[in-house]
């Protein structure tokens, strides 16, 4: 028998930020979830952990040994539900604050939010905000009743067109054309017309809303908050652009990526991320660095989702970015996004370069890409 430390079961220092106990509590609780082969036990202490380790006054008790420590009778139900052999987490034996200081995030600092010159921006002026959205679809037969109907008139007025002598089997060959151009064109006019209800309907059920689900409102997703900020502030200048906060994977019951714009069949997928101030870019292999060397003080799986993705939506043109924040006084740069496909980025370089590669095509919504992704977002 022996005792569960919090941070060894999150497998995460004991100078982790909150970002980090974050993402490796949902990187855990995909496997130890109930619905995903876990028990309830394990998933129920793996819940008290992220608990006690996510809110600041709580993890102090932890850290200082005594505070805050679990019902040891409630720890041994769950262990027995989890068929282990953990008994209680074990009290932290000295105070770790000063491992947080060495960090260097400072748990006070809560960064501005980011206004930006719209008249800096390249792709602002190239956008007409008040432009109609099309609400494309497979299987819509666009321009093809109009391209048919044109059809008809050419083949109906054929013989008056054309100094042609009729004869029967002309006569015949004229009257079999004529009746398929119209059987032709009475079919597209249909699925023309269909298209246009579903279209209306889908106006109808959505309306004029571009924003769906909400940022997370712990403490600790500040980030989270300020990347819904921003993305409604300027992406929404995009008049076919989505936003979407909190999405799931498509195996996932939990909110994996922080945020998505869509925009007509391109999708960026978002995490919003408070490190160390210092410039971030990538080596060769697509790590990250700070200042030059291996950056080690966070982590994400961005680049998975990007895939799960893609693998979703094959049809779609998908890619990431990480929103960097300051999480002390101090500034972040990045370098250029280039063709990497989760470059780290300052919220405005983020704007100025995904809002550029969105607005491609700045006034389609997909229905059927968009209805897919909405069903990802964890309510």
């Known amino acids: 028998m022996h005792d569960v430390d919090y941070y060894e079961l999150l497998g995460v220092r004991p100078d982790a930020t909150p970002a980090q106990i974050k993402s490796a509590y949902r990187t855990l609780a995909r496997t130890m979830h109930p619905d995903t082969g876990g028990t309830a036990g394990t998933f129920r202490l793996l819940r008290e952990a992220y608990e006690t380790l996510g809110d600041p006054v709580r993890r102090a008790e932890y850290d200082r040994g005594g505070a805050g420590e679990p019902d040891p009778a409630e720890d041994e139900q769950a262990s027995r539900a989890a068929g282990s052999t953990v008994t209680r987490a074990r009290p932290r034996s000295a105070p770790r604050a000063h491992r947080a200081r060495r960090f260097g995030d400072d748990p006070d600092y809560v960064p501005q939010p980011v206004r930006l010159d719209v008249g800096a921006i390249p792709w602002w002026h190239t956008v007409d905000s008040a432009e109609r959205v ?199 740069s990045t370098g250029p996004a280039g063709d990497a496909e989760v470059p780290p980025l300052t919220p405005e370089a983020f704007v100025h370069e995904i809002g550029d590669w969105l607005a491609a095509d700045p006034s389609t919504v997909d229905r059927a890409v968009f209805r897919t992704v909405l069903d990802r977002v964890v309510t």
């Open 134 to 332: 099309h609400y494309a679809h497979p299987g819509s037969p666009g321009h093809a009743p109009g391209l048919a109907a044109v059809a008809a008139l050419l083949v109906l007025a054929g013989p008056l067109l054309l100094p042609v002598d009729f004869t029967v089997p002309l006569l015949v060959v004229w009257l079999l054309l004529t009746a398929l151009t119209v059987a032709g064109g009475y079919h597209l006019v249909r699925r023309h017309l269909r298209s246009l209800r579903s279209a209306r309907a889908f106006r109808g059920e959505f309306g004029g809303r571009t924003v769906f689900g909400r940022p997370g409102s712990d403490a600790d997703q500040v980030g989270e908050r300020l990347t819904a900020d921003l993305l409604s502030r300027y992406l929404t200048r995009l008049p076919g652009a989505r936003v979407f906060h909190g999405l799931a994977w498509p195996d996932s019951v939990f909110a994996d990526i922080d945020h998505a714009v869509l925009c007509g069949r391109r999708l960026v997928l978002i995490e919003s991320k408070l490190w160390l101030p210092g410039h971030y870019t990538l080596d060769a292999d697509g790590g990250l660095l700070r200042d030059g060397r291996r950056f080690r003080g966070g982590g994400t799986r961005l680049a998975d989702g990007v895939e799960a993705y893609r693998r979703l939506l094959p049809e779609v043109e998908v890619r990431g970015a990480l929103v960097l924040y300051p999480s002390r006084a101090g500034r972040i």
